[in-house]
């Protein structure tokens, strides 16, 4: 008998060494946009959309388990994974909405949680395997960050804001 059996844990149907790289890869995209909002001293940075990243491909990589877990119980099973990305969605949706300030006529903080938005959606296509998909969604969401940000202040002539 296997004491970790004993004590109850659950054997992966993903091997661990794939889960190991969803997350550290969900983590290290997510610290690209992190760094860009460290860089600009915003509420939010580089832990923020780490943990965000990291949170949302634990949630999506335990699903894919729970997953496979219930579809091979004899008389089968229902396991919607689309229902915990919603929740993943939602959760990071209310942790974005946090850094969004509203006073003196101005709101602040829209990038910001736009940013931590896209940290969640990058640790779910981690945390499903799509690397590819997260690599490009950090690509552009930096070139939105950073390249617009030198439009909006050279090319339209526009004050900087706390973004």
Same mark, same amino acid.
Not at 18 to 33: C, D, M, Q, S
Not at 82 to 89: G, M, P
């Given at each position: 008998m296997n004491w970790l059996e004993d004590i109850g844990i659950n054997h992966t149907h993903t091997p661990e060494w794939e889960i190991a790289i969803r997350l550290l890869l969900a983590a290290l995209f997510a610290a690209a946009i992190g760094?860009?909002?460290?860089?600009?001293?915003?509420?939010?940075?580089?832990r923020t959309h780490m943990l965000?990243?990291?949170g949302a491909a634990l949630f999506t990589v335990i699903t894919f388990e729970i997953f496979?877990?219930?579809?091979?119980?004899?008389?089968?099973?229902? *396991?919607?994974?689309?229902r915990i990305?919603?929740? *993943?969605?939602?959760?990071?949706?209310?942790?974005?909405?946090?850094t969004i300030i509203h006073g003196r006529g101005q709101v602040q903080g829209?990038?910001?949680?736009?940013?931590?938005?896209?940290?969640?959606?990058i640790g779910v296509a981690c945390g499903s395997g799509y690397?590819?998909?997260?690599?490009?969604?950090?690509?552009?969401?930096?070139?939105?960050?950073?390249?617009?940000?030198?439009?909006?202040?050279d090319a339209l002539d526009t004050k900087p804001n706390a973004d």
């Amino acid at each position: 008998m296997n004491w970790l059996e004993d004590i109850g844990i659950n054997h992966t149907h993903t091997p661990e060494w794939e889960i190991a790289i969803r997350l550290l890869l969900a983590a290290l995209f997510a610290a690209a946009i992190g760094f860009e909002r460290e860089l600009k001293a915003r509420g939010a940075g580089l832990r923020t959309h780490m943990l965000t990243a990291l949170g949302a491909a634990l949630f999506t990589v335990i699903t894919f388990e729970i997953f496979h877990e219930v579809r091979g119980i004899e008389g089968g099973g229902s *396991v919607d994974p689309i229902r915990i990305i919603e929740a *993943v969605t939602a959760g990071v949706s209310f942790l974005a909405a946090g850094t969004i300030i509203h006073g003196r006529g101005q709101v602040q903080g829209l990038t910001t949680g736009a940013g931590i938005w896209i940290a969640g959606a990058i640790g779910v296509a981690c945390g499903s395997g799509y690397y590819v998909i997260a690599f490009f969604g950090v690509l552009l969401a930096l070139i939105i960050i950073v390249v617009l940000r030198w439009f909006e202040r050279d090319a339209l002539d526009t004050k900087p804001n706390a973004d």
